[in-house]
């Protein structure tokens, strides 16, 4: 059994900063991709940041330049660093994982949130 645990969210003034960190325990075979999904009442779940198993990252474009996303292949861990806040990434964040458990085939993997209210 495969699960992600994140952790880092809370409330942080405009223009603050957080990071979110999301580790994978399990039983874990080879990890293809892990990434940052976020949530804002009333829309739709959208990807913030993904990072593959060589290290190629990708944005969305409304966090170009304010947002970055690691990773510690070592420890099945994904960090974003999130700075200059706005109040329109006030979202549930999710973390996502494309993943092989021994034995299995690649399956997506969901943590179960985490809130950034950005807001003065």
């Known amino acids: 059994q495969v699960r992600l645990v994140e952790s880092g969210g809370g409330l942080v003034q405009p223009g603050g900063s957080l990071r979110l960190s999301c580790a994978a325990f399990g039983s874990i075979s080879s990890m293809y991709s892990m990434a940052w999904y976020r949530q804002a009442p009333g829309k739709q779940r959208e990807l913030v940041a993904r990072?593959?198993?060589?290290?190629?990252?990708n944005y969305a474009d409304s966090v170009k330049g304010r947002f970055t996303i690691s990773r510690d292949g070592a420890k099945n861990t994904v960090y974003l660093q999130m700075n200059s806040l706005k109040p329109e990434d006030t979202a549930v964040y999710y973390c996502?994982?494309?993943?092989?458990?021994?034995?299995?085939?690649?399956?997506?993997?969901w943590g179960q949130g985490t809130q950034v209210t950005v807001s003065s």
């Open positions: 996502n994982a494309l993943l092989s458990a021994i034995l299995a085939r690649p399956t997506t993997y």
């Open positions: 990072i593959t198993n060589d290290d190629s990252t």
